[in-house]
């Protein structure tokens, strides 16, 4: 692992938020002496179900609220520095967005909110509205949206800063599997080219492949963490693959292969998973064809500003 991968962009340790009632005693522990760290270039998912302490913990990376106890470094500043924030992107678990503007007038009013120059903004506004997929509905009313494009228009509207750390609340919440795949693609891609994400959710298969470490929390507390591949592997069993052989000949190889373990190994034909299965028959369906381009597209702009760092990706992704 490089330094620039193994470098932090959030840093907690003991990170706690007390919650207290009208009388000032203590309440709820939302977030309990909670240490973790998201990389540079990786994708970091806090997992947990509802009300395990997710969105205050995002909150507090934000600046947004104080921590009661604990620190807590982003981007190499305390959380609520100015110049923190300018470097980052979130993506509430609602977006609130104004009715009555289009998807791109929403994306050049926070263009515009980041200071970006006129010609840039448009650059940027068109790559993201491709990337995210509403080019056909960019001149829409949002008010008219449906909750996937809304999510949509919300994860542009993160990017619209090209942030070093992205905060996704449930990014995949409300879209189809088409659009869940998307989303997925663009956040694997940001972390290729050196952006951080951290994403939570409390669908944990939705995002399994999207992750290179996790920590999960429940009830304010971390229970697990570390990289995904190590947390899910069995290292006590192995998986053989074969390719398709007659009857006869397959019998012969467990038979073998018995001798030696003693024990029969177990045999079943492979299977592809739902989402997969589901994005093969629709893209037959409709003749192929993608937002890559205008993901690239995005993301070269991104690289020509020297923030990434190419193609790699972390150690253990
Ligand atoms: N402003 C607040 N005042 C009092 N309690 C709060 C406040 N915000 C959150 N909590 C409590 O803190 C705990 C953690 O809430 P939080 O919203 O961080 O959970 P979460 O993991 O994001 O849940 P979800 O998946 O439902 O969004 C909950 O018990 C919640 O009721």
Not at 13 to 26: E, H, S
Not at 214 to 238: K, N, T, W
Request: one cysteine or more; charged letters at 30%; proline letters at 6%.
């Amino acid at each position: 692992m490089n330094s620039m991968q193994s470098e932090s962009v959030v840093r907690a340790a003991g990170l706690t938020r007390i919650f207290r009632d009208f009388w000032r005693r203590p309440k709820v522990r939302a977030v309990d002496d909670v240490s973790f760290e998201v990389r540079r270039g990786e994708v970091f998912g806090l997992l947990g179900p509802n009300g395990s302490g997710k969105t205050t913990a995002i909150k507090m990376i934000l600046g947004l609220l104080h921590p009661t106890s604990g620190s807590l470094e982003v981007l190499g500043r305390p959380p609520r520095d100015v110049r923190a924030k300018h470097e980052l992107g979130y993506l509430p678990e609602e977006s609130a967005l104004y009715p009555y503007l289009s998807a791109e007038e929403t994306l050049h009013f926070y263009g515009k909110l980041f200071d970006l120059p006129r010609e840039e903004r448009r650059r940027r506004v068109d790559q993201l509205v491709d990337m995210t997929g509403l080019a056909a509905a960019r001149h829409r009313p949002v008010g008219e949206f449906s909750k996937g494009m809304t999510r949509r228009v919300g994860l542009a509207q993160a990017l619209i800063n090209d942030p070093a750390l992205i905060l996704l609340d449930e990014p995949t919440s409300g879209l189809d599997p088409l659009g869940r795949r998307q989303v997925k693609d663009i956040i694997r891609t940001l972390a290729s080219r050196g952006k951080s994400v951290l994403v939570s959710s409390h669908l944990l298969a939705e995002i399994e492949d999207v992750c290179d470490r996790i920590a999960i929390l429940y009830d304010g507390r971390i229970r697990a963490s570390g990289a995904l591949d190590e947390l899910l592997e069995e290292r006590q069993r192995y998986l053989l693959d074969l390719p398709a052989m007659p009857p006869a000949e397959l019998e012969a190889l467990l038979e073998d292969l018995a001798g030696r373990l003693g024990e029969r190994p177990g045999l079943a034909h492979p299977r592809i998973d739902l989402e997969r299965y589901f994005l093969d028959v629709v893209a037959r369906a409709r003749g192929g064809g993608g937002g890559e381009g205008a993901m690239a597209a995005y993301l070269s702009h991104s690289a020509e500003d020297g923030e990434g760092p190419g193609e790699a990706r972390p150690d253990n992704a």
